[in-house]
T-cell receptor, first 113, second 113 residues
Framework: AQSVAQPEDQVNVAEGNPLTVKCTYSVSGNPYLFWYVQYPNRGLQFLLKYITGDNLVKGSYGFEAEFNKSQTSFHLKKPSALVSDSALYFCAAVYSSASKIIFGSGTRLSIRP | DSGVTQTPKHLITATGQRVTLRCSPRSGDLSVYWYQQSLDQGLQFLIQYYNGEERAKGNILERFSAQQFPDLHSELNLSSLELGDSALYFC????????????FGPGTRLTVL
């Protein structure tokens, strides 16, 4: 069955340090992979997506994600965290053959000054 | 501002009632998606419409239904409401299909008493 896992409910990082938010997906099919961010009392905003090609995808606000087929992972990264990055982050997989989109459970990122 | 509008912002109703949530997609977008976000279930994909036709179905209950009109706005109808239907309901739109980035509206918060 198709699934997306975000193993960490919360990630805490000091401002200026690198951050990683983890995501793994099931290998049923070759999904398109997405990251979205949700700020308090707002809808989700698109950060980046991977369809094919270069394993390192660059997105909005200085975020990037690394696709690793052997580990079925699509971790979100940023070299230097900002306090304003504090938000809820969702990984999502689109399984076109099944016409389905699945979101992970979300990871709350907290950046301390 | 994503360009996606949702009305109403808040809705309070009683068990057993029926409500209609409305969504206007971004100009030019052909697909509309509906999601339910709750603390216990996370973000659940309900249904997608593409240019007026149902395209993909997620975890949508039989008590719920949706449609997309010729002007591409969409409505989500929730009937025989239960306490557990209390949640934030998001609409999103994309240019074409599931492989594209989605633009989310601000959501409708439904409270069932």
């Amino acid at each position: 069955a198709q699934s997306v896992a975000q193993p960490e409910d919360q990630v805490n990082v000091a401002e200026g340090n690198p951050l990683t938010v983890k995501c793994t997906y099931s290998v049923s099919g070759n999904p398109y992979l997405f990251w979205y961010v949700q700020y308090p009392n707002r809808g989700l905003q698109f950060l980046l997506k991977y369809i094919t090609g270069d394993n390192l995808v660059k997105g909005s606000y200085g975020f990037e994600a690394e696709f690793n087929k052997s580990q079925t992972s699509f971790h979100l990264k940023k070299p230097s965290a900002l306090v304003s990055d504090s938000a809820l982050y969702f990984c999502a997989a689109v399984y076109s053959s099944a016409s389905k989109i699945i979101f992970g459970s979300g990871t709350r990122l907290s950046i301390r000054p | 501002d994503s360009g996606v509008t949702q009305t109403p912002k808040h809705l309070i109703t009683a068990t057993g009632q029926r409500v209609t949530l409305r969504c206007s997609p971004r100009s030019g977008d052909l697909s509309v998606y509906w999601y339910q976000q709750s603390l216990d279930q996370g973000l659940q994909f309900l249904i997608q419409y593409y240019n007026g036709e149902e395209r993909a179905k997620g975890n949508i209950l039989e008590r719920f239904s949706a449609q997309q009109f010729p002007d591409l706005h969409s409505e989500l109808n929730l009937s025989s409401l239960e306490l557990g239907d209390s949640a934030l309901y998001f609409c999103a739109s994309s240019l074409r299909d599931l492989e594209g980035e989605q633009f989310f509206g601000p959501g409708t918060r439904l409270t069932v008493l």
